[in-house]
Every structure is written in C-alpha cells, then in structure tokens.
C-alpha cells in the first residue's frame, strides 16, 4: 500500500501537467459524469469539485441541502479511498483527542489530515504547502465542510521556510514529501526543529527502497574501513538523477537504514513505528509518552531516551 503512493503522485502530477490529465471523476472529454444516484445539488457541487481539480486527497464532502449526501473528490482514486485507508493502518499512532494541542501538517494536499486533527480538537491546525492549487482545494473543502479559518488555516510556504513560522507545534505531520526535495536533511532539521520540546511528537512518512533490514552501525570507522559501505544495510540514500514512477520530483530515496538515521541525527527518537514507512518520534531529551497503557513512566511525566 505505502509504495505505491509515490508512484501514484507521480500519475498524478503527470495529469497536472497535460499528460493523462483528466480530473477523476469526470468523463474522457472531460466533462463531469453524472451519477444516475446523485441530486441535482450533488452533480453541481461535482462539477466544482472537477472544475479544480485533479485531487490526489479523496474527501467526502457534503451537499447542500441534500442532508447525508456527499460527494468524492477522488472517487475513483487507484487506491480506493485514499488517504483514509493509509490513515487506518497508523492513525491509532495519534491520540483521539487533541484537546488544546496544535498541529503543523507540511505538505498538506487537500487537506486531509488538518481537518482529521480539527475533529479530534486540536485548538490549532495550520497545513502548509507549496503549491497553489492543493491549497485552492483544500479552502473549497474547508468551506464545504463547513470550517473557518480559525479552525484550520491553510497557508502557501515551502518547507525550506519552515523556521519563518517561529513556533513549536504539539504535533507536525511530515509526510510524503522527504523524497521529493533536493536537500532533503537541511529540511528535517527545518522540521525537528518545529516539534515542541518536551511533549511533542513528528509523523513522519518516506518512500523507501532497498533491504528493510538495519545494522547496528559503530561510532567510528578507520579510513581504511571499505567493506561496511558494501553492506545493504548501511544507511544508503539513493539519488535519481533523472525520473523515478515517472516523476522527476523524486530526487532521493532512502533505505530504512538511513531514514531512521536522518531522525535521530536531527535529534528525534523513533517511538513507534505504526506501519511501512511511518514513523512517529519525539524529541530526544523529553520524551513524553501519550497515555500508554503497558509505558513506565517516570515521576516528572517523561520518558529519557535510552542514547
């Protein structure tokens, strides 16, 4: 499942760009299928759905006047209703309540997960992303269903900017976009650094390749130490000098190995690990457990970190 997202956006980024550009949900002119089930409210809210799309986030958005009905903005997405069913195998790694917290999603699309965090109570849900027509998609869904931006902003900044917001977040969502950037480690230090000290968690999501399995790497290495670069198992970032699933966005490609590196390198912990490529982490010298059953938690509330 995890895999296949990349190539997915890359399809996707391919119809942004003129080639097999259809908006889904709509017919091969282009023009909007109309569902013999759907209201007349329901056929003109798709029809504004499709006029900005494609949309990469299938959401569920509600019709007016027409009370239970809704309509897709990605129903015929190649993984189903994605990103909801990607949310299930690791969205139990967030607490249901969010409660006074606040949430920083980079690289944010449609908006799915900020406003997944707004329903769970986060006091505050910023989502952030380069791109001006993901963010146009993501205020027509917050409009629709029924937000303002008191309950979840949406703002244009790229992820090398990220220190401009000078704050922490409770929680920052870094999915989906480490392999897209051409100076991948200057960006998560950008975003370790945003992940409130102590207390906060990352989630954090990579495209990975090579061996899932790691080795224990020593603190130092004599020069003429060769044959560990030869292990699989090293830590390896692999570069694409030209296009990856088609996309040549995709710039760098991880093992395991090296994404668990890069976190600790820039000062998180890896406290779970939910699901393939999924990786939640806290900062290394707080880190505070989220009502763990089963977690020995220490008197002043926080859990040290064993490096």
């Not at 607490?95 to 690289?107: A, C, E, R, Y």
């Not at 205020?139 to 922490?168: I, K, N």
Request: contains cysteine.
């Amino acid at each position: 499942m995890v895999e296949t997202v990349g190539k997915l956006q890359a399809a996707h980024r391919a119809g942004r760009q003129g080639t097999n550009g259809r908006a889904r949900g709509t017919g091969a002119n282009g023009t909007a299928v109309i569902r013999a089930a759907e209201s007349a409210e329901a056929q003109v809210l798709r029809r504004e759905i499709d006029a900005i799309g494609p949309w990469f986030h299938n959401l569920r958005l509600p019709v007016d006047g027409a009370a239970g009905e809704h309509a897709e903005t990605a129903p015929d997405h190649p993984l189903g209703d994605f990103p909801s069913v990607f949310w299930s195998a690791f969205g139990q790694a967030v607490p249901d309540d969010l409660t006074g917290k606040s949430v920083l999603d980079i690289g944010c699309n449609g908006g799915f997960y900020s406003f997944e965090m707004q329903r769970r109570g986060a006091a505050r849900v910023l989502g952030i992303d380069h791109d001006p027509v993901y963010l146009r998609q993501a205020e027509f869904a917050r409009e629709r269903l029924g937000l303002s931006a008191r309950d979840v902003e949406f703002r244009r900044l790229g992820v090398y900017d990220v220190d401009q917001l000078a704050e922490q977040f409770d929680l920052v969502f870094f999915m989906g976009v480490l392999y897209h950037l051409r100076h991948p480690l200057y960006a998560l230090e950008k975003v370790a650094g945003l992940v409130r000290c102590p207390g906060g968690r990352l989630v954090f999501q990579t495209m990975e390749r090579g061996v899932q399995e790691t080795v224990q790497v020593a603190e130092d290495y004599p020069f003429a130490e060769r044959g560990i670069f030869y292990d699989e198992r090293f830590p390896r970032m692999y570069f694409v000098e030209h296009r990856y699933a088609g996309d040549w966005t995709n710039w760098w490609i991880p093992n395991p190995a090296a994404t668990q590196a890069m976190l600790r390198s820039c000062g998180l912990d890896i406290v779970e690990r939910p699901c393939g490529e999924v990786y939640v982490c806290a900062p290394k010298d707080a880190v505070r457990l989220w009502g763990r059953t089963g977690a020995a938690v220490p008197a002043d509330g926080l859990a040290r970190s064993s490096d």
